[in-house]
Nanobody, 122 residues
Framework: QVHVVESGGGLVQAGGSLRLSCVVS????????MGWFRQVPGKEREFVAA????????YYVSFVKGRFTISRDKANNTVYLQMNSLKPEDTAVYYC???????????????WGQGTQVTVSS
């Protein structure tokens, strides 16, 4: 059983920063690629960023490149999403996912967190 728990969401003004954290427990953390998705009401969940199991490769959707950075801390079974220069359109529930087979927009499977709300005010 794999447990995925996100934290770090909140309310921030446009131009500000937040760092989301995602802790994975239950299995070998390094066996999983990790990703972040986000969802707003009425829309599909969309890919934001991902990092390979080794941490050597990262992937971003175009509209967050240069603003968001994904990283993983293997010692603490944690993946981070540093979000800078936030915009009101970044407002969403952000979900973390652990995937043993895929990395990037096709990630999915069974191991999702419960989500953390990010709200960016204008």
């Amino acid at each position: 059983q794999v447990h995925v728990v996100e934290s770090g969401g909140g309310l921030v003004q446009a131009g500000g920063s937040l760092r989301l954290s995602c802790v994975v427990s239950g299995r070998t953390f390094s066996s999983y690629a990790m990703g972040w998705f986000r969802q707003v009401p009425g829309k599909e969940r969309e890919f934001v960023a991902a990092v390979s199991w080794s941490g050597d490769d990262t992937y971003y959707v175009s509209f967050v490149k240069g603003r968001f950075t994904i990283s993983r801390d293997k010692a603490n079974n944690t993946v981070y999403l540093q979000m800078n220069s936030l915009k009101p359109e970044d407002t969403a529930v952000y979900y973390c996912v652990a995937d043993p087979k895929r990395v990037g927009p096709a990630m999915g499977g069974d191991y999702w967190g419960q989500g953390t709300q990010v709200t960016v005010s204008s």
